[in-house]
């Protein structure tokens, strides 16, 4: 059960990050270009939010249930293993934080009148949550394992 679900959580990394992208880039590009905010900008806008959060609810699945490094880090701590620390306190927390930064920059463009400022909330908001997120993944990890 936990190699299936981080299979398919490690799918899910590239969704979040390609859904998270277009959003960036899109969003830059309509504050740039000084273009209407269409229901296309919006339809990626609320991809990106649910591919995250599902990414979160199996992140939460794995790390409170099925990890066997997150329980180890739980009875035992993670003394000098930066691996341990990292799975068990900050890539949880970074990625949680991630996820709340795209909902209120979502919440909070879906309420603005003018698609100047739709985008630029959007921009500014999904920047941040996008780089936390690529501080948050482990790199030193392979991309592809179990497959």
């Known amino acids: 059960m936990y190699a299936k679900f981080l299979a398919i959580h490690n799918v899910f990394r590239w969704l979040v990050l390609i859904s998270l992208i277009l959003v960036v880039v899109t969003s830059a590009q309509g504050l740039i270009s000084k273009r209407r905010y269409t229901a296309?900008?919006?339809?990626?806008?609320?991809?990106?939010?649910m591919v995250s959060h599902t990414q979160l609810m199996l992140g939460f699945t794995l790390y409170f249930l099925l990890s066997p490094v997150?329980?180890?880090?739980?009875?035992?701590?993670?003394?000098?293993?930066?691996q341990m620390w990292f799975f068990g306190v900050y890539h949880i927390l970074m990625m949680l934080t991630a996820v709340v930064l795209m909902t209120i920059g979502g919440s909070w463009a879906k309420r603005r009148e003018q698609d100047a400022q739709k985008f630029k909330v959007t921009t500014l908001y999904?920047?941040?949550?996008?780089?936390?997120?690529?501080?948050?993944i482990p790199w030193f990890r392979p991309f592809l394992r179990h497959f």
Not at 126 to 136: D, E, G, H
């Open 126 to 136: 999904f920047s941040i949550a996008l780089l936390v997120i690529l501080l948050a």
């Open 40 to 49: 296309r900008d919006k339809l990626l806008r609320i991809i990106a939010n």
């Open 70 to 82: 997150t329980r180890y880090f739980m009875k035992n701590g993670g003394g000098d293993n930066y």
